[in-house]
């Protein structure tokens, strides 16, 4: 069991620190004033583009994580807990009851947890370039777990569609960030239901990512989707299937884990020592 999560500790950190270098070269293609004007209109009031802010504050789910890092295959139980604005927190149970260890997004800071070593590190955001996570944000985590499109800095599309290259395709309204932006990404909305159904994006470093959604059931008042498939490329390839069961959005109370009696170390000992 404890070769079981070491590999698993690892490969979630190595999950999580592959989600910053993650941009898309598009080329951007010149479209005249009318074409943004109808085009902004066409995708404005979808739910992918512009998500009611208080339609999903909270979202709490029974998960089931199948990885597959650099050809090794894991299987998992863990619990995914996000409070809008508050934190994004993934909780890794191998037997299903016990919780060996812990990522957390929060607004200011990621904490990674090993609770079988009793052992924690935290990376600032202003700080997170210097271990490869340059340009990423709290908004972008949200953005990501909550299933809508949005601008690099994490703000939804909604806010700034002149911001997007837009167009109305056979698969779907296809939407590309651009301008000077270090990070870029580009999404698929399914003109059905609005949902976004793909997200991908390459960086000029070789990293690239590509998160595909599916199984949409209702959630309160918006779809959420139950599946979320995940692939990594960079220093690990990784590829992360994330099937939620028994999801609620009431209303709970959110806060991060202690670590007061936990040894802090620095970014790098603490890949060391899960690897």
């Known amino acids: 069991?404890?070769?079981?999560?070491?590999?698993?500790?690892?490969?979630?950190?190595?999950?999580?620190?592959?989600?910053?270098?993650?941009?898309?070269?598009?080329e951007v293609v010149q479209i005249t004033e009318q074409e943004v004007v109808d085009n902004t209109a066409l995708v404005a009031g979808l739910p992918a583009v512009a998500p009611d802010t208080t339609a999903l504050k909270y979202l709490a789910g029974n998960a089931t994580l199948n990885l597959n890092v650099n050809g090794s295959n894991i299987s998992l139980k863990g619990k995914l807990r996000i409070k809008r604005g508050e934190g994004v927190q993934i909780s890794i149970t191998p037997l299903g009851l016990v919780e060996a260890a812990c990522i957390e997004f929060l607004p200011q800071k990621i904490n990674f947890i090993n609770k079988l070593t009793k052992k924690y590190t935290e990376v600032p955001y202003s700080e997170a370039s210097a271990i490869g996570l340059g340009g990423i944000n709290y908004r972008v985590i949200e953005a990501i777990f909550l299933n809508y499109a949005f601008l690099p800095d994490g703000r939804p599309a909604g806010k700034a569609l002149r911001e997007f290259d837009i167009k109305d395709n056979a698969d779907g309204y296809r939407l590309a960030t651009k301008g000077s932006n270090a990070m870029q990404y580009s999404f698929l909305i399914d003109k059905n239901?609005?949902?976004?159904?793909?997200?991908?994006?390459?960086?000029?470093?070789?990293?690239?990512?590509?998160?595909?959604?599916?199984?949409?059931?209702?959630?309160?008042?918006?779809?959420?989707?139950?599946?979320?498939?995940?692939?990594?490329?960079?220093?690990?390839?990784?590829?992360?299937?994330?099937?939620l069961s028994k999801t609620s959005n009431k209303t709970f109370s959110f806060s991060s884990r202690s670590t007061s009696s936990y040894r802090k170390q620095s970014i790098g000992d603490f890949i060391k020592s899960i690897k």
């Open 1 to 26: 069991m404890v070769q079981n999560f070491k590999k698993t500790a690892f490969a979630v950190m190595a999950l999580t620190l592959l989600l910053a270098g993650c941009t898309t070269t598009k």
């Open 193 to 243: 239901s609005g949902n976004l159904v793909t997200l991908s994006g390459n960086s000029s470093t070789g990293e690239s990512i590509k998160c595909d959604y599916s199984k949409f059931s209702r959630l309160g008042n918006v779809s959420f989707p139950n599946d979320i498939c995940i692939n990594f490329k960079g220093d690990a390839t990784i590829k992360l299937d994330f099937g």
